[in-house]
């Protein structure tokens, strides 16, 4: 058969295949003319009249480097027709190509024959050429091996080719698209509420915890221990105890008698003023309370002290960690009935206002006209409170972490009037 870019140095043959080896695929071993050995793979899905490129597997030309090509043309027969291959216009005179199949893997010896012979224009042209190029043989495979395959493509095949990929990847789209929303909707509504949830149990477990440990921590390092649980009550107040009288022992960086103005920035007017050697808080109001701020005070960590005398009213305290342009407030107060509570304010409204703590203590001095000395001792996020040198009790909040100080006067049914003295402050 003809080829159109077929030159003179191209080797045309056609190759003879059963149809079960086009549709398997199978391997021929082929002798070129100059006697090499070449083993070409026939892929599966050929057809007849399909065409094999073997490049640089020609004749060589004459005066030059240059290869032609081995083209071979696949022939389907039946088969016992398999054997026999056959020349299409060879490009030389008494130039032929014999090949034999053998399994996939299994491939004959490519040595050369052990002698090479003469022979005579008559011989035939298959022994020609056994005898001529028998101790040619090419190493297998050849350096130089490379083949393509020329054929057409079945319309009808690749259109349906082509409606099987579309459809299989629309398909495989649409699964995707519905993945995702079913991993968003997961997400949105089953793990992020999960995760607050475990978060918010998390944190309350820390807050209900945080005032034990604290404890715990305290008394290690009151009684120079490496436990520190469990303990009991009596011992939690006797290392918060301890911790209060150490602190006494030291320098306080404030100290006012609070019977005139001073650095401090004691707020003076509307119900603040001082009078009869005190600084006294005055609420003419019910249902308020009044409290008087040291302006030019702030702390962070420290102990507050301070004594109190209710002359009239209820209840009188301290303020600390104040934020005056919120404003907001801790609040320690004290009644002359023994009760006490704290207080955190987030602003000026009552409503909005937490009660951390609240109780009663024999170590306060009840009635009017009775003096108390309260203390409260701010660590980070821990308050110890203190009533006349005693321990009262501790809270945990993180709310407010510095601030000003402050004392306040409240009633809930007549006039209120405090006086304070003797205020102190120790940096810790």
Partial sequence: MGYEDRNQHDLHAQLAISREEAIHGTTR????????????????????????????QGLPSQGSSTTG???LTIVLVAPSDTH???IDQPASPQASIHAK??????FPSTQPSSSRGMHKPTDSLDHLISQ??????????????????????QPGNSRARQRS??????????????????????YTNSYLPMQRALHATATAAVYTTAVAQANATLIAQTQGTATA?????????????????????????????????DANGWDRGQGCAFQNGAYQVTEASTGVFLYCTAEATHFNNFAYQVRMTIHKGDFGGITFRENKTKPSFYLFRVGKNGSYNIYYYANNAGKDSLQLLTGTSNLIHTGTMQTNTLAVVARDTMLDLYINGGYLNSVYSKDQLSGQIGVIADDTTNVAQVAYTQAQVWAL
């Fill in 29 to 56: 071993m082929l002798t070129l003319p100059e006697g090499q050995q070449l083993t070409v793979p026939i892929p599966a899905g050929v057809h007849s009249g399909q065409i094999i490129r073997i490049i640089g």
């Fill in 165 to 186: 990929n579309g459809f299989f990847f629309a398909c495989l789209s649409m699964t995707c698209v519905v993945i995702l929303i079913s991993l968003f909707l997961y």
């Fill in 84 to 86: 026999p291959h056959f």
């Fill in 132 to 153: 001529q190029y028998a101790s040619y043989a090419t190493p297998f495979p050849s350096s130089n091996y490379s083949s393509s395959i020329v054929g057409k493509q």
């Fill in 229 to 261: 649980n469990p303990y009991s009550a009596n011992t939690i107040a006797s290392a918060h105890q301890s911790q209060y009288l150490h602190i006494l022992k030291s320098t306080p960086v404030l100290s006012d008698p609070l019977n005139a103005p």
């Fill in 69 to 71: 090509d081995l083209i």
């Fill in 101 to 106: 199949s053998f399994p996939e893997g299994h």
